[in-house]
């Protein structure tokens, strides 16, 4: 079982940053490649970025690809680095964990999730 805590959202006007991080809880976070979604009001939840369990494979969404950065550490942190932020990235962020191994863009794929954190960008 892992439980997993987002922070670090919040306002922001276009063109800065945010650093959104995950906190998980329980002793096999290192078995789980983690991902970050979000979903803005009347749409779907959609995937932004995800990390292999080893730290040494990243994937991201074309919308935020060069823009964002997803890191994990050893203390079972996973970042969401956000740069030139758009008023199009204004959604809730979760942060997600999957078992399967191979980096899954798929948001049904992922076995536990945060309870999101709300970003902000005002034109």
């Known amino acids: 079982q892992v439980q997993l805590v987002e922070s670090g959202g919040g306002l922001v006007q276009a063109g800065g940053s945010l650093r959104l991080s995950c906190q998980a809880s329980?002793?096999?976070?290192?078995?789980?490649?983690m991902g970050w979604f979000r979903q803005a009001p009347g749409k779907e939840r959609e995937f932004v970025a995800a990390?292999?369990?080893?730290?040494?494979?990243t994937y991201y969404a074309d919308s935020v690809k060069g823009r964002f950065t997803i890191s994990r550490d050893y203390a079972k942190n996973t970042y969401l680095q956000m740069n030139s932020l758009k008023p199009e990235d204004t959604a809730v962020y979760y942060c997600?964990?999957?078992?399967?191994?191979?980096?899954?863009?798929?948001?049904?794929?992922?076995?536990?999730w945060g309870q999101g954190t709300q970003v902000t960008v005002s034109s």
């Open positions: 997600a964990a999957n078992r399967r191994f191979g980096i899954s863009t798929i948001r049904t794929e992922y076995d536990y």
């Open positions: 329980g002793r096999t976070f290192g078995s789980y490649d």
């Open positions: 990390i292999s369990r080893s730290g040494g494979s």
